[in-house]
């Protein structure tokens, strides 16, 4: 029941919200900051790291938020093809109390955060740069309220450079040699 009377409050608040900017009140959001074009290597697991800005005076739930209730930050991505995105690595939440619930903690982003994405260019891939698109879903809140979710796209671009080649062994550095 409590479960229930939290959500309801955030359904509430989310359609007064709504609202509100459609009025052209300031409503919050996260913005992709503009990433280098990194180089990664064929064949190989390459991590790319995205750098991610929550507006000044809000913040939004962490990719593990600490109620079933609360909505995650979630990156999907949708490569090009020949090019596999495995797992994306988010940080750790802050837990911070607000002023809608002070007894609960949440696990928030606030600031600046980086999302680690595992890229890995097949080995046939054509030396070149290449876009990767999706989408990051995120619910902000203020110190009062939370908004109903929304989603940024996320594009960057990966360049795909041939591996170097082995090294060849130097027969006097051979342990059985």
Do not use: W
């Not at 009025?23 to 990433?35: A, C, D, E, F």
């Not at 938020?65 to 990156?75: D, G, H, K, N, Q």
């Not at 999706?134 to 989603?151: I, S």
Request: proline fraction near 12%.
């Amino acid at each position: 029941m409590k479960t229930f009377l939290k959500l309801a409050l955030i359904l509430l608040c989310s359609l007064q919200l709504i609202a509100q900017e459609s009025m052209g009140r300031k409503v919050p959001s996260v913005t992709l900051l503009p990433p280098a074009t990194p180089s990664v290597l064929r064949g190989k697991a390459n991590t790319v790291n995205l750098e991610f800005k929550v507006d000044p005076g809000f913040h939004i739930n962490s990719n593990k938020p600490s109620a079933e209730y609360l909505i995650p930050t979630t990156l999907k991505l949708d490569p090009p093809t020949d090019i596999v995105v495995g797992q994306v690595t988010y940080p750790e939440g802050k837990e911070l109390s607000f002023a809608f619930d002070p007894n609960e903690k949440l696990s928030v982003y606030s600031g600046e955060f980086t999302l680690g994405v595992n890229v890995r260019p097949l080995s046939t891939v054509i030396p070149s740069k290449y876009e990767v698109r999706g989408t990051l879903k995120y619910q902000a809140c203020d110190n009062a309220a939370c908004y109903p979710p929304k989603t940024v796209p996320v594009q960057f671009q990966v360049k795909v450079v041939k591996a170097p080649p082995p090294r060849k062994k130097n027969p006097a550095q051979s342990p059985h040699g």
